[in-house]
């Protein structure tokens, strides 16, 4: 039987507190929770910077498709 204190609290309660063991592995598995979520998100400006890279290339195709055609058919004189 488990005696009240003055506070009221019993002497003898059901929780007890972490080990050092027990608190480091759930520290170890927040951050690895939260690593995992992190890996998950595509952040906005990533994506964004991607897109602009993507038209880059583009862009750079159709210009180097230019030039070519151009130096091919004679049109462009190399200085």
């Known amino acids: 039987m488990s005696t009240v204190s003055a506070t009221g ?3 003898c309660s059901p929780y007890r507190r972490p080990t050092v063991v ?3 592995a ?4 927040a951050a690895l929770v939260r690593w995992a979520e992190r890996r998950r998100v595509i952040l906005s400006d990533w ?13 750079l195709d159709v210009l180097r498709s230019d030039i070519m055609g151009a130096a091919h058919s ?5 200085h």
Do not use: C, F, P, T
């Open 74 to 78: 004679g049109l462009y004189i190399w």
């Open 47 to 59: 994506a964004e910077r991607e897109r602009a890279a993507v038209l880059r290339r583009e862009q």
């Open 22 to 24: 027990e608190s480091a």
């Open 9 to 11: 609290s019993a002497a």
């Open 26 to 29: 759930a520290g170890l598995g």
